[in-house]
Nanobody
Framework: HVQLVESGGGSAQAGGFLRPSCTAS????????MGWFRQAPGKGPEGVAA???????NYLDSMKGRFIISRDNARNWLDLQMDSLEPGDTARYYC???????????????????WGQGTQVTVS
């Protein structure tokens, strides 16, 4: 069955870094959008970064210059390099995937149908 599994979250000090990753099974990452989303307590989900199968990426404006999304289609693997972490980055981070469509990879959670269970990121 289709499964996305995140790992590599954790705790960090403000200004530090983390690098969560996501592995996919039961689906081919090729020709799919893959993205990272987050949800903080009491808030709705928001798109952080997304990438298509050719490597074109899309970022939430506040992430530009701090986060880098990358993927390995052959390994069905996605990760998110998170630098210069801020307490406001504290949230549960989710990996998601869906078929690629026209235009840049979407940051809208509703455009993704396959989701992982998430990994917690806490910045203090």
């Amino acid at each position: 069955h289709v499964q996305l599994v995140e790992s590599g979250g954790g705790s960090a000090q403000a200004g530090g870094f983390l690098r969560p990753s996501c592995t996919a099974s039961g689906l081919s990452a090729g020709n799919r959008w893959m993205g990272w989303f987050r949800q903080a307590p009491g808030k709705g989900p928001e798109g952080v970064a997304a990438i298509d199968s050719d490597g074109a990426s899309n970022y939430l404006d506040s992430m530009k210059g701090r986060f880098i999304i990358s993927r390995d289609n052959a390994r069905n693997w996605l990760d998110l390099q998170m630098d210069s972490l801020e307490p406001g980055d504290t949230a549960r981070y989710y990996c998601a995937a869906d078929r690629r469509r026209h235009g840049p990879p979407s940051l809208r959670p509703g455009d993704y149908s396959v989701w992982g269970q998430g990994t917690q990121v806490t910045v203090s």
